[in-house]
């Protein structure tokens, strides 16, 4: 994600690393970002408005009622046309005065008057950073989706060693792009449209304290979701335990065995434009679950297995009351990636195979990155490596061409 031509407002603080916001806003310009700055009367004391103005070419905010500044841009208008609002260094006074929305200097009005997304690169001593208060604002501004960038552990300029430090004005000026390649609107193509989404593992019950499970943490199922639902689709996900947070406007049904999920998929598949099968389904279950802990003593060596369901296989020649929605299935192969795809794509009567080789470093169970093959019955595309929630939308940008002509 680039910055070019994104505003971006950098609020500086009074802490040492203040001598730093020279640098990010050369990284932020040189990134093609058009810079604001706006400083508390403490960052002053540690750089000068001068040094910051002529850097980024705008007239720097310091005062909330100085009557010139306000005639030139009001707080408002600053606020209002920033596209992300950056605050490093975000001293330990600052990140306790954003937490708890008071508006006592220009920097914090324009924060409470923001809507852009706010990120912080806290800087301060390592004991003022480990400090409850402080850990607790922490938490209450993370909890309201501001993001923080470090801070980083190492020497502080105040002779301490430890977590305090700012995290380095390039790392930061790559943050501010992510957040704003995240927040960029994306096409509506897939308004008006119902999708169904299977994440994560399942879990076959042996008793009431063990299972059979694997290895999948839905993160590619998320993706799918969060971006289905961002493009505009409604969207049901329904989804093996997992510690990932429900995309934003996604409905979550949560399940465990793959008789749950069968069941879950089966009650809604029949309103669905497309149904993306991304979960790892276990292909089979004790064929008895002990009602009461199995003991070591007397336990039998060997668990005795039944098939489960194939949901996807079962999609593929249900009767579906209208058009049938557009079935994508999954496969994780460590060999013969293709060719198992292919045997899947027919076997299962599915109009697309997301393939994948989970033995390649940056494809496996857990990663943030995948590198799929798309094999259909025209041929296969292979995608680059690609982070899951950019494969997410190149799947849906093919998927969305089957739809219409469904
Ligand atoms: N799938 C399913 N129900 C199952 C097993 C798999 O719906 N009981 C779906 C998966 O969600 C995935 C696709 O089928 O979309 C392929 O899953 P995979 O486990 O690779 O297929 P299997 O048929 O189990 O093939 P194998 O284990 O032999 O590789």
């Known amino acids: 994600m680039s910055l070019a031509g ?6 500086v603080g009074g802490g040492i690393a203040a001598y730093k916001a020279a640098e990010l806003v050369r990284e932020l310009s040189k990134a093609g970002a058009e810079v604001r700055v706006v400083m508390t009367a403490a960052a002053q004391k540690f750089i000068t408005p ?10 720097v905010g310091v005062d909330t009622f100085d009557l010139q500044q306000e005639s030139t841009i009001s707080h408002i208008d600053l606020a209002d046309r920033s596209e992300l609002f950056v605050v490093a260094p975000a001293t330990a006074d600052l990140v306790a005065r954003l937490a708890l929305g008071m508006a006592n200097d220009l920097l914090t009005t324009v924060a409470l008057a923001c809507r852009a997304p706010l990120v912080l690169a806290p800087s301060m001593n390592v004991n003022m950073w480990q400090h409850p208060a402080t850990q607790v604002h922490i938490q209450t501004l993370r909890g309201r989706g ?3 960038i470090g801070p980083d552990a190492g020497d502080l300029a105040c002779g301490w060693v430890g977590a305090g430090r700012m995290a380095e004005p390039s790392e930061i000026a790559a943050g501010c792009a992510t957040v704003l390649g995240e927040t960029q609107t994306v096409t509506q193509d897939w ?3 119902s999708v169904l989404v299977t994440a994560g593992s399942t879990r076959e019950a042996i008793d009431p304290v063990r299972f059979i499970g694997n290895r999948s943490t839905g993160k590619m199922g998320f993706a799918i979701a969060k971006a289905a639902a961002a493009r505009g689709a409604k ?5 093996g335990p997992s510690e990932l947070a429900t995309p934003a406007g996604v409905e979550r049904i949560n399940i465990e065995s793959a008789v749950e999920m069968r069941d879950a998929v089966m009650s809604r598949a029949d309103v669905q434009s497309a149904i993306f099968k991304a979960a790892a389904v276990a292909d089979h279950r004790p064929a008895q679950v002990a009602l009461q802990k199995i003991k070591k003593q007397g336990a039998a060596s060997s668990l005795e297995l039944q098939a489960n369901p194939d949901i996807l296989a079962e999609l593929g020649v249900r009767k579906f009351g209208r058009v049938r929605p557009v079935l994508v299935g999954f496969a994780a192969e460590t060999t013969d990636v293709e060719r198992h795809a292919r045997e899947k794509l027919a076997r299962k009567h599915c109009d697309l195979i997301v ?5 390649e470093a940056g494809s496996g169970f857990g990663t943030d990155t995948n590198r799929v093959m798309l094999v259909s019955e025209g041929g ?4 680059p490596l690609l982070s899951k929630d950019e494969v997410a ?14």
């Open 380 to 383: 296969v595309d292979r995608l």
């Open 355 to 359: 393939a994948n080789d989970v033995s």
């Open 191 to 193: 308004a008006g449209l």
């Open 50 to 59: 001068l040094t910051l103005q002529t850097l980024s070419h705008h007239p």
């Open 235 to 239: 969207v049901v996900l329904i989804s």
């Open 146 to 148: 501001v993001r923080m």
């Open 6 to 11: 994104r505003q971006v407002l950098l609020g």
């Open 393 to 406: 939308h190149r799947l849906l940008d093919r998927v969305r061409s089957l739809v219409k002509s469904a």
